[in-house]
Each structure stands twice: as C-alpha cells, then as structure tokens.
Nanobody, 118 residues
C-alpha cells in the first residue's frame, strides 16, 4: 500500500519560512520523480517544484529563488523549504510521486494547508 504523508504546513506571516516534508512508503523511492503541487481556493492545482532521481530540479517561475526542493532517498522523504513567503503562496500543498518509467504509477498525499497572513 502506497502512502505519502505530508507535514509541516501551518500559518506564517508574510516574509516567513516553512519546511514541508513528505514521507513515502510502499514504493521504491529512488525510482520516483517527487513533486510538490499546490491548489488555492477556486484555482487549479499547479506544479510548485519537482526533483528527479538524479537530483535535477524544476520550479514554477513564481517560486524560483524562494523555494528549494530536496530529497533524502535513504529516508524516503522529500522536502520543500519555503522562504520569503507571500500571501499568494496560501494553498493546500500536495506531495506527488510518479515513477520515472511507468508514469501511470502516480500517487498523491492528502495535502497540508499553508496559510500566509499577517
């Protein structure tokens, strides 16, 4: 049974920082592209950042220079360090795992709320 469990969300003031974690189980973690997506009320889910098995990364333009994605393969965990947070970063953040070859092996976490407000 595949599980992706996110943690680290919460309420933070503008300019603050949060670190999200996603612990995976039930998959061979090193064979998966890991990603963070977000969905704000009334908007479509969008890619925030992704990291391949070789450590290469991809970021949405809106978070470049502020967010950093990383992975710890021995711990089956992916992280999203979010700095200089803005109110427009407010959303539910979801962890995603997609197999590097078999893309239909695609899994989602339950989401964690991030609220940026003064």
């Amino acid at each position: 049974q595949v599980q992706l469990v996110e943690s680290g969300g919460g309420l933070v003031q503008p300019g603050g920082s949060l670190r999200l974690s996603c612990a995976a189980s039930g998959i061979t973690f090193s064979l998966y592209i890991m990603g963070w997506y977000r969905q704000a009320p009334g908007k479509q889910r969008e890619l925030v950042a992704s990291i391949n098995r070789d450590g290469s990364t991809n970021y949405a333009d809106s978070v470049k220079g502020r967010f950093t994605i990383s992975r710890d393969n021995p711990k089956n965990t992916v992280y999203l360090q979010m700095n200089s947070l803005k109110p427009e970063d407010t959303a539910v953040y979801y962890c995603n795992a997609r197999h590097v070859i078999f893309s239909r092996h695609d899994y989602w976490g339950q989401g964690t709320q991030v609220t940026v407000s003064s």
